[in-house]
């Protein structure tokens, strides 16, 4: 299976040959950061649609996070384009940050139709370094297809937790890894190489239950879903929250 893999890999990989050569000379990367919001816009709008029934479910629980003033602090991680907003209660007070400084526009573009949500700041760092933010200060992280970009998925987690007040809660969406040993995960393996290009430095065989289950929560609620569009290597999501 390996040597199949290796093999399937290196062909696409030629058949895809430009888009290597320019992420080989670091052209790549600086140019695809500025357009990758445009895409990520349009696959947002499409994913929404099919799956806001279960955001709306999943995000129901914010609300009661609210403290005596009734606002709850929310940090948006990995905001991108802002995909999360028109979920949230009125009267959240969000801070956004993502380490893609091109997103501004698409996300200020969102806050402006979103108006029942307050909008403290856009800070551009990574989920690995969120020093700008204060220990305890949030009474919510949300972060929606970010773990599988990350460069470490267990610094980023011990960051959510530090900036967490005790009882605050990490909500997550992420896609994941198929199952071993499946035909499915063989296609992600053989696209990863080309698709970590494409999807802005995704991974598609992240095993990221793993990662939550490690962190240490004092409460992990996680369930399966379906992959929203079948055409892509993008796997199975999941989808749940966990309590500091
Ligand atoms: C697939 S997009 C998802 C955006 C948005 N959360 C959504 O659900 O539509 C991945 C996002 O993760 C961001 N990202 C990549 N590496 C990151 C890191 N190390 N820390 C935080 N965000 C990161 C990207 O810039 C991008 O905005």
Redesign the pocket.
């Known amino acids: 299976m390996d040597v199949v893999v290796f093999l399937l890999q290196a062909v696409l990989c030629l058949l895809t040959l430009p888009l290597h050569l320019l992420a080989l000379f670091g052209c790549w990367q600086p140019l695809w ?1 500025k357009y ?2 445009y895409l ?1 816009a349009v ?2 709008l499409k ?1 929404n649609q099919k799956i806001a029934g279960k955001k709306q479910e999943l995000f129901s629980r914010i609300k009661k996070l609210a403290g005596a003033s009734g606002k709850v602090t929310l940090l ?9 907003f028109e979920f949230y209660p009125a009267g959240c007070r969000v801070t956004c ?4 400084p091109h ?1 501004k526009k698409l996300l200020t573009e969102s806050m402006a139709k979103n108006k029942h949500l307050q909008y403290e700041e856009f800070l551009v ?4 370094d969120m020093s700008q933010v204060a220990d305890g200060s949030m009474d919510a992280v ?5 773990l ?5 998925p267990k610094k ?1 987690l011990q960051e959510v937790q530090r900036v967490l007040r005790p009882g605050g809660i990490f909500f997550f ?1 992420e896609h994941v890894a198929e199952p071993p040993g499946s035909w499915a995960l063989m296609w992600q393996q053989v696209a990863e190489p080309t698709w970590k290009h494409i ?4 991974y598609l065989t992240r095993e990221t239950w793993k990662d939550l289950e490690r962190a240490k929560f004092s409460e992990l609620q996680l369930e399966w879903q379906p992959p929203p569009f079948k055409w892509l290597p993008v796997g199975p999501h999941i989808m749940g929250l966990a309590v500091k």
């Open positions: 950061s990758f919001p990520m696959l947002t994913s948006e991680l990995g905001c991108g384009t802002g995909a999360n940050i993502d380490p893609n997103f760092a990574p989920g690995e949300v972060c929606t297809l970010v599988c970009s990350v460069q470490s980023v969406w999807g802005d430095g995704c």
